[in-house]
């Protein structure tokens, strides 16, 4: 089958062929490079477990630790794997103690992943939950800065903020919240899901006490890897959701997270292989490939706009490789579980085999369509897909 519309780089993706991909924000996808790459490291694995996991993974660990790291601007000795970054926002959460009244901040436009497991702390612990709320369109960053310090008191122990939105897209100034944050004694957690890869990213230079980013999603590689770092001044308190031999003690701090039982560690040594091969995708490497990615999410947002009479949810420089576009209102609202999809998205998907994420955000519910985009995502997708999606709006029948 022949590929639709496809970018110079759509070969070496292992996406259908026959299917237009316009949602690489929410799982990411892999090169056959990088597929291939792991096959090997399965087939050493499996070739001789005990050579693989006991004598060598240590040491191939701790080097993709450090190509990590390099890569995200960070502390090597306070990087470690984790399986995603619900589980390293899991793990900070779950490591901390909690008293009643104590208040954890977070915004509206937070993960809805994580925000369950913020109603599980409070409801465990007796922790307080406080919103900072505010809507899109938006017109800066400061206004997001403005909403979290105005919730600020002198019970909030720990804020969680997000470095990109997922449902909105937004790219939040947490360099400023964290700075801010501190001076009023406020740790902060970044969730950064999007950020590495899509943005560049200095770890170090946002000062967090803890952050947390995935790298299935922009850097491409196998599902089941993430990074979590933890500031030299807060790794006593944190442990692995999983405490196996090295113990909950264990010093140096990545020594507690490198075993967790019998894992498959292949997409951890993957992230580091494919930092390296998406960089030789393009002269320049990484800040072409975000350049690239950022300008083609730009033009295919204002293609949507344009086809449905829609504004930009906010600034250019506010998104990164995906922006979110609030939809015009069809009289109904039926958000699906995160188990489906909506039905347009499903009608969409089954009639033009494109995948188009369309959801619902805020309350009361809009839906909206999030654009992401990948180096195999071309232009020419989104002007088809716009062209799909005002059909609807129009009221031809798909």
Request: charged share 20%; aromatic share 10%; with cysteine.
């Given at each position: 089958?022949t590929?639709?519309?496809?970018?110079?780089?759509?070969?070496?993706?292992?996406?259908?062929?026959?299917?237009?991909?316009?949602?690489h924000?929410?799982?990411?996808?892999?090169?056959?490079?990088?597929?291939?790459?792991?096959?090997?490291?399965?087939?050493?694995?499996?070739?001789?477990?005990?050579?693989?996991?006991?004598?060598?993974?240590?040491?191939?660990?701790?080097?993709?630790?450090?190509?990590?790291?390099?890569?995200?601007?960070?502390?090597?000795?306070?990087?470690?794997?984790?399986q995603?970054?619900?589980a390293?926002?899991?793990?900070?959460?779950?490591?901390?103690?909690?008293?009643?009244?104590?208040?954890?901040?977070?915004?509206?436009?937070?993960?809805?992943?994580?925000?369950?497991?913020?109603?599980?702390?409070?409801?465990?612990?007796?922790?307080?939950?406080?919103?900072?709320?505010?809507?899109?369109?938006?017109?800066?960053?400061?206004?997001?800065?403005?909403?979290?310090?105005?919730k600020v008191?002198?019970?909030?122990?720990?804020a969680?903020i997000?470095?990109?939105?997922?449902?909105?897209?937004?790219?939040?100034?947490?360099?400023?919240?964290?700075?801010?944050?501190?001076?009023?004694?406020?740790?902060?957690?970044?969730?950064?899901?999007?950020?590495?890869?899509?943005?560049?990213?200095?770890?170090?230079?946002?000062?967090?006490?803890?952050?947390?980013?995935?790298?299935?999603?922009?850097?491409?590689?196998?599902?089941?890897?993430?990074?979590?770092?933890v500031?030299?001044?807060?790794?006593?308190?944190?442990?692995?959701?999983?405490?196996?031999?090295?113990?909950?003690?264990?010093?140096?701090?990545?020594?507690?997270?490198?075993?967790?039982?019998?894992?498959?560690?292949?997409?951890?040594?993957?992230?580091?292989?494919?930092?390296?091969?998406?960089?030789?995708?393009?002269?320049?490497?990484?800040?072409?490939?975000?350049?690239?990615?950022?300008?083609?999410?730009?033009?295919?947002?204002?293609?949507?706009c344009?086809?449905?009479?829609l504004?930009?949810?906010?600034?250019?420089?506010?998104?990164?490789a995906?922006?979110?576009?609030?939809?015009?209102?069809?009289?109904?609202?039926?958000?699906?579980?995160y188990?489906?999809?909506?039905?347009?998205?499903?009608?969409?998907?089954?009639?033009?085999?494109?995948?188009?994420?369309?959801?619902?955000?805020?309350?009361p519910?809009?839906r909206?369509?999030?654009?992401?985009?990948?180096?195999?995502?071309?232009?020419?997708?989104?002007?088809?897909?716009?062209?799909?999606?005002?059909?609807?709006?129009?009221?031809?029948?798909?």
């Open positions: 089958m590929q639709r519309f496809p970018s110079e780089f759509s070969h070496l993706w292992a996406i259908d062929p026959g299917a237009i991909y316009l949602n924000g929410s799982f990411g996808a892999c090169t056959k490079f990088i597929l291939e790459k792991q096959r090997q490291y399965l087939e050493m694995l499996e070739g001789q477990p005990m050579r693989f996991l006991v004598r060598q993974l240590e040491g191939r660990i701790n080097d993709a630790r450090s190509t990590l790291a390099i890569f995200v601007n960070a502390d090597p000795s306070g990087l470690v794997f984790v995603n970054a619900s390293g926002v899991s793990t900070v959460f779950r490591s901390l103690r909690f008293e009643p009244g104590d208040e954890i901040l977070f915004t509206n436009h937070i993960y809805f992943a994580c925000r369950k497991l913020l109603e599980y702390i409070a409801e465990t612990t007796g922790a307080v939950l406080v919103e900072a709320q505010y809507d899109i369109p938006i017109s800066s960053p400061g206004l997001i800065t403005e909403a979290v310090l105005s008191s002198p019970k909030t122990k720990i969680l997000d470095h990109i939105t997922s449902a909105t897209a937004l790219i939040q100034p947490v360099e400023e919240i964290v700075r801010e944050l501190e001076k009023r004694g406020v740790d902060t957690m970044v969730d950064g899901a999007h950020a590495p890869g899509s943005i560049p990213l200095n770890i170090s230079e946002i000062g967090a006490a803890y952050y947390t980013g995935n790298c299935h999603k922009w850097l491409c590689s196998p599902k089941s890897a993430a990074i979590l770092h500031r030299n001044d807060k790794q006593k308190l944190i442990v692995p959701l999983n405490i196996s031999h090295a113990g909950h003690l264990a010093e140096p701090f990545a020594e507690r997270f490198f075993w967790q039982g019998t894992l498959d560690p292949t997409p951890f040594l993957c992230a580091a292989d494919s930092i390296g091969y998406m960089a030789t995708l393009m002269p320049g490497g990484w800040d072409a490939i975000i350049k690239r990615n950022h300008e083609v999410c730009i033009q295919a947002r204002d293609i949507f344009q086809e449905l009479g504004k930009p949810s906010c600034p250019d420089n506010m998104n990164a995906m922006s979110t576009i609030e939809l015009p209102f069809l009289g109904e609202n039926h958000p699906p579980d188990k489906s999809c909506d039905t347009i998205q499903d009608k969409i998907y089954e009639e033009y085999n494109l995948e188009l994420p369309l959801w619902y955000w805020s309350q519910p809009r909206t369509t999030r654009i992401s985009v990948q180096l195999y995502n071309s232009l020419e997708q989104y002007k088809y897909a716009a062209g799909i999606l005002k059909q609807f709006y129009t009221g031809i029948v798909l």
